[in-house]
C-alpha cells in the first residue's frame, strides 16, 4: 500500500534526524509528505528540507496565531516572500480562537487574526494552490470566510466543528483530511460517514495526535492507523482505500 501525510511539521525539532526516519518511512509505504510552515523561519527550514528529501513536499504559510505575533509590514513581507516560493500549498494557515499555553490571545485578536487569514486566501487565489486551514474553535467563521472567496481548493485539516458546519464542508466539495486520533475519536469516525470518499486525504499533525498511547513523537508511517479505520468504516479493503486516498492527493495537489 501507498500513503501520503498531508499535514504533518518536519521542522519541529522532534524529527532531527530525518536522514533515519524517511527511509523507515519509504519502507512502510509513505510515498509524500507535505510539511506546513507556522512560520518565516519554518518556511524557510520546510524549503531547505525539500530540497534534500524527495518525499517531502513544502506548504508555505503562517499559523494564526504566530501571524498575529508579528508586525503587519512582517507578515506583508512573509506573503511577499512565499509568493516568490512554489509551495505545493499554502498552509497552516485559519483562525483559531482556543485559550491555552498554545495561543494567548483567545479570541482578542480575532479581528486581526481574520484580516491575514483573508491576505492569505486572496494569495491561495492567485497562485490557484491548496489552502491547508486550522480552524480550532474558529469554525464557523473559517467556512464563512471560504464560502465568501472564489478558491475551491482547501483542505480543512483536524476539523472539529459542528455536524452542520461538516455539513457545509462536504457541500462545498471541500477536502477533508483525518488525522491518525480517529481511531478514537468518535467526532472523526462520524466525519467519514459524512464525507465522500474522493474527498478524503489522511494526515498526522506530526509530531502531535498519535494514534498510540505510549507518548511517542506520531509520525507519517502512523498513516496505516488511519487507513485501517477508514476501510472499516467505509467497508472497504484497506488497499482499495489506500489508493483512492492517494488519487485524491494526486489529483489535489499535483
Known amino acids: ?68 505575533e508579528v508586525s503587519e509590514e512582517d507578515f506583508d513581507k512573509e506573503l511577499e516572500f512565499i509568493q516568490k516560493q512554489q509551495p505545493i500549498a499554502l498552509g497552516e494557515v485559519g483562525l483559531d480562537y482556543s485559550s491555552g499555553d498554545d495561543n494567548p490571545f483567545g479570541d482578542d485578536k480575532k479581528k486581526e487574526m481574520k484580516a491575514c487569514f483573508e491576505k492569505i486566501i486572496r494569495l491561495a487565489e492567485k497562485k490557484r494552490i491548496p489552502l491547508m486551514v486550522h480552524s480550532r474553535k474558529a469554525e464557523f467563521d473559517v467556512v464563512d470566510m471560504l464560502e465568501s472567496s472564489s478558491t475551491k481548493k482547501i483542505v ?14 462536504v457541500d462545498n466539495g471541500w477536502y477533508t483530511s483525518i488525522p491518525c486520533i480517529i481511531v478514537r475519536s468518535q467526532q472523526f469516525q462520524d ?64
Not at 524517511?22 to 531547505?48: C, F
Request: some cysteine; overall charge neutral; hydrophobic content about 40%.
Open 191 to 254: 466525519m467519514i460517514g459524512m464525507q465522500h470518499l474522493s474527498k478524503l486525504l489522511t494526515e498526522t499533525d506530526a509530531p502531535y495526535l498519535s494514534p498510540f498511547k505510549d507518548g511517542k513523537p506520531n509520525q507519517p508511517s502512523n498513516i496505516i492507523e488511519t487507513i485501517k479505520k477508514i476501510a472499516e468504516l467505509k467497508g472497504m479493503d484497506q488497499e482499495e482505500v489506500a489508493n483512492n486516498l492517494f488519487k485524491n492527493y494526486q489529483d489535489l495537489f499535483l
Open 1 to 68: 500500500m501507498q500513503f501520503v501525510d498531508v499535514h504533518a511539521h518536519l521542522d519541529f525539532p522532534e524529527f532531527k534526524d530525518l536522514d533515519t526516519l524517511i527511509p523507515q518511512w519509504k519502507s512502510a509505504g509513505v510515498k509524500a509528505v507535505i510539511s506546513n510552515g507556522v512560520h518565516a523561519e519554518s518556511n524557510r527550514k520546510i524549503l531547505e528540507l525539500a530540497k534534500t528529501h524527495d518525499i517531502i513536499k513544502p506548504a508555505l504559510g503562517f499559523y494564526p496565531v504566530h501571524a498575529v
Open 156 to 169: 480543512m485539516h483536524c476539523f472539529m466543528g459542528k455536524k452542520s458546519l461538516a455539513k457545509r464542508i
